[in-house]
């Protein structure tokens, strides 16, 4: 008996200190929501390809293209999950990439907001 209240205590230290570590990795990562307006000319195979292509930037967790023929204007909105910065080696999205890949689909970036998601 006495070793087994001793075992359940050593299990309790255990449990409790994974729940602690995991609350506390969670709160090291950023989720961000990028949106993007956008003027140029996309067809219904190129939103794709372009979507693709946006959900293999690094952090990304999430790409959706919405756009309007019509008009031809577009936004994009992003989801990211980012390491909190702590140092200088650390990096965050790119959002210079992000913009280097809207001109290389020949579309002209307009306005970027940026809201932190919880």
């Known amino acids: 008996m006495k070793y087994a209240s001793k075992f ?58 919405k756009y309007k023929a019509d008009s031809q204007k577009g936004e994009l909105f992003l989801h990211t999950s980012e390491k909190a910065i702590s140092s200088e080696e650390d990096k965050g999205f790119d959002l210079i990439e992000l913009k280097k890949l809207l001109i290389s689909n020949n579309l002209e970036p307009i306005e970027l907001t940026v809201t932190s998601l919880k």
């Open 8 to 65: 359940f205590f050593i299990i309790l230290i255990l449990l409790s200190s994974k729940i602690f570590s995991q609350a506390k990795s969670d709160s090291n990562h950023l989720k961000k929501q990028y949106n993007y307006t956008f003027k140029g000319q996309l067809n219904s195979q190129s939103i794709l390809d372009l979507e693709n292509r946006l959900s293999s930037l690094v952090f990304v967790t999430m790409a959706k293209i």
